[in-house]
């Protein structure tokens, strides 16, 4: 079993900046894609970056782009997510993932997640 906790979260003014960490704890695998996802109020959830952990190949949605950086610390067992440029729009709560497949994306674990609030 793998248990994943996401922190970081808080209130920020827009055009500011966030980090966000998602640490791994139990089981951890070597390979497989982790990623961060979002459920904004009244939304249904949003992919938003992930990242493989052998090779670190990473994705973006666009909405992100150019803002967001995720990375990932395979000896810590923790994934990052850098926000900077945040909107209001930006405000979700925010969800780490993590899969065990070595090539395909598919998510075996979530964490609870954390609370990103941008005010205007």
């Known amino acids: 079993q793998v248990q994943l906790v996401e922190s970081g979260g808080g209130l920020v003014q827009a055009g500011g900046s966030l980090s966000l960490s998602c640490a791994a704890s139990?089981?951890?695998?070597?390979?497989?894609?982790m990623g961060w996802f979002r459920r904004a109020p009244g939304k249904g959830r949003e992919f938003v970056a992930r990242i493989w952990r052998s090779g670190g190949s990473t994705s973006y949605a666009d909405s992100v782009k150019g803002r967001f950086t995720i990375s990932r610390d395979n000896v810590k067992n923790t994934m990052y997510l850098q926000m900077n440029s945040l909107k209001p729009e930006d405000t979700a709560v925010y969800y780490c993932a993590a899969g065990t497949s070595e090539a395909l994306i598919r998510y075996d674990y979530w964490g609870q997640g954390t609370q990103v609030t941008v005010s205007s």
């Open positions: 139990g089981r951890t695998f070597s390979s497989g894609v």
